[in-house]
C-alpha cells in the first residue's frame, strides 16, 4: 500500500487560495487519491477523490500530475471554517485492496 | 439516513475492565473498518472486514479483538483495558474495493484510568 508524505501544518488567511500536496511515491496502477477534512471531535469527511489529471467540485480541486507520484488539493477563497485537519488517502481498487491507512494529514489554520 | 452510528459516545474504564464499542451502518456497506485517534495525531487502523464473515488485522490490532455480526455491525472489544488505550475510536465503512470513499462515524471517546 502506497505511503502518503504531507506537511504537518499550513498557515492562510481568509480569501486566499490554499493548497496542500501529498506525495505518494509509491502510488500503484489502481490507486485512486481520496482526501479527507476533519474538525476537532468529529470523524473525518470526504471531500474529492481523483485519478488522473484534474478534478473539481463544489468544495475543491484536485490535481494530479502524469506520473502520479503526487497530488495537490485546491481549496478555493478560503474561509475560518476551512480550519481542519485535511488527510490525503491512496488505496487501490483491486479486490484486495481494503487495508487502508492514513498518514499524519496536514493541520490547516485560518485566521482573519 | 444516519449513516454511521457508534456507541457510546463516551467511556471510562479502569485498568483491566473489558467493554465493546458498537458500531452500525444503514448503507448497505460492504466493508467497515475500525481505527484510533490519539490527542493530535493522526488516524490509525486497528481492525477491518473487507466484507461480512472476514476480518483483518490493521497497523495496530494488539489489545483488541473484533466482530463482524452482520452486514451493518462491526464491533470493537476490549478485554482488558490499559490506559494506553485511551483515545477516540471511529468506525467507518465503504463499498468493498473500487474508489468508493469512507464513511466515518462520530467517534467513540474513550479514557482508561
Redesign the interface.
Known sequence: LAKTTQPISMDSYEGQEVNITCSHNNIATNDYITWYQQFPSQGPRFIIQGYKTKVTNEVASLFIPADRKSSTLSLPRVSLSDTAVYYCLVGDTTGGGNKLTFGTGTQLKVEL | NAG?TQTPKFQVLKTGQSMTLQCAQDMNHN?M?W?RQDPG?????IY?S?SEGTT?K??VPNGYNVSRLNKREFSLRLESAAPSQTSVY?C?SRE????S???????TRLTVT
Open positions: 454511521v466493508s473498518y481505527y495525531m493522526g488516524l490509525r487502523l477491518y473487507a483483518d490493521g497497523e471511529f467507518a468493498q474495493g473500487g474508489s470513499p469512507l464513511h466515518f462515524g462520530n467517534g
